[in-house]
């Protein structure tokens, strides 16, 4: 693979970090400190194309690679946690199992409002009682005629509040294990679709997650995404987009505390000098620059296997592991270098240490993707 970024992604990229600074990053920590899910700065993207950068034309979208979207949500990240991870998040688990295994008649009702910011998605798998064991799952979608009736509880679910389409995953046939598992594109207002519990988080508490409980819920069958029982396949794709998308966002955290290490010890004077010249903070800011180096590759180099329309599970996973831990450890590192400053309530290394916590549990944790790749080394 080649590196180097194309001149266009090059723009982009320098169109994106202009954006934030002016109009993300002054409002980052109000945003975090509210949980206020900042619709205007999702308006300004769509306005910009970047809410559906990478998908299909025909569409309405930008028809960029994924890459590309990947390099926004770090960019969107560095200055706000919580804003790249909703612009990841809607390619990743919304955009890509659409795209992936919709049909045509699913594509068109609902790309053209997702491309453009208009609708918004939600991804609803995890439950009370299955979390990284997805097969777990006891949410079920009985047949009717021409209709499902879904019932069951989901947890921790982002924008659930705010969606306008769910995309639910429910047992069609619990016999069959995993294999019995389908999914649904559920529109808002259904009948039977409730709003649950909403959870107060410590971190990217600008995206907002909530319980979905579905009571004898009503769909019809044109709602099924695929066939019955591949469920678990499509979870498992939009999954593994996912990981890309939180591996950026990771990055740009990293990134974030690499900024702010920087500022700060070139400022900050004990002993007469700028802490930067104390050799222990050379130290940690070496280690972040060369770890962020290799986390930004980890996560380009997994959307661009899928880019050429290759299996990237296994290419997301480690991106997704590396990234994560890089983001936490240095989300760590930053706060030690600002010392009492830094572990100060709004100090933006405090909010972005809250924040990465996440990157290691989301989408699959850290010990699932080393059961990932450990399998796959060991086949």
């Given at each position: 693979m080649n590196f180097k970024l194309s001149e266009?992604?090059?723009?982009?990229?320098?169109?994106?970090?202009?954006?934030?600074l002016k109009h993300i990053e002054p409002v980052a920590a109000e945003i975090d400190a509210n949980s206020r899910q900042p619709a205007e700065i999702f308006e300004k993207l769509a306005?910009?194309?970047?809410m559906g950068i990478s998908y299909p034309t025909e569409y309405g979208g930008?028809?960029?690679?994924?890459?590309?979207?990947?390099?926004?949500?770090?960019?969107?990240?560095?200055?706000?946690?919580?804003?790249?991870?909703?612009?990841?998040?809607?390619?990743g688990l919304i955009g890509h199992p659409i795209l992936a295994f919709g049909n045509e008649e699913q594509k068109k009702k609902w790309m053209p409002g997702l491309a453009a910011g208009?609708?918004?998605?939600?991804?609803?798998?995890?439950?009370?009682?299955?979390?990284?064991?997805?097969?777990?799952?006891?949410?079920?979608?009985?047949?009717?005629?021409?209709e499902y009736v879904l019932n069951g509880t989901k947890t921790f679910i982002t924008n659930a509040i705010i969606a306008d389409v769910f995309v639910v995953f429910a047992y069609t046939d619990r016999s069959a294990g995993p294999k019995g598992m389908s999914c649904f594109l559920v529109p808002k207002g259904t009948p039977g679709l409730i709003l649950g519990q909403h959870f107060e988080k410590m971190g990217i508490r600008g995206s907002q997650t909530s319980e979905v409980v579905f009571k004898d819920c009503v769909v019809t069958a044109d709602c099924l995404v695929g066939k019955e029982g591949d469920g678990f396949k499509i979870a498992m794709s939009a999954l593994d987009a996912g990981r890309i998308g939180m591996a950026a966002m990771s990055t740009g955290i990293a990134q974030a505390c690499l900024d702010e290490s920087v500022k700060y010890s070139k400022e900050?004077?004990?002993?007469?000098?700028?802490?930067?010249?104390?050799?222990?903070?050379?130290?940690?800011?070496?280690?972040?620059?060369?770890?962020?180096?290799?986390?930004?590759?980890?996560?380009?180099?997994?959307?661009?296997?899928?880019?050429q329309g290759k299996s990237f599970s296994l290419a997301a996973s480690k991106a997704k592991l590396f990234c994560s831990e890089c983001a936490a450890r240095h989300t760590t590192k930053a706060v030690q270098i600002q010392g009492g400053y830094g572990y100060i309530k709004g100090s933006k290394v405090e909010r972005l240490y809250r924040d990465a916590k996440i990157t290691e549990i989301g989408e699959g944790t850290s010990e699932a993707q080393r059961m990932i790749i450990a399998g796959a080394a060991l086949r």
């Open positions: 266009e992604q090059e723009l982009i990229r320098s169109n994106v970090r202009e954006f934030a306005e910009l194309g970047m930008g028809g960029t690679e994924f890459l590309t979207t990947m390099i926004v949500t770090e960019e969107l990240a560095r200055s706000c946690a919580a804003t790249g991870f909703l612009h990841g998040y809607s390619f208009k609708l918004v998605g939600s991804f609803t798998l995890t439950e009370p009682g299955a979390g990284t064991d997805v097969s777990a799952a006891t949410t079920s979608a009985v047949k009717n005629d021409n900050r004077v004990q002993f007469n000098k700028p802490i930067a010249k104390q050799q222990a903070i050379q130290w940690f800011i070496a280690d972040m620059s060369t770890d962020i180096d290799a986390a930004r590759y980890f996560y380009m180099n997994a959307a661009w296997v899928k880019d």
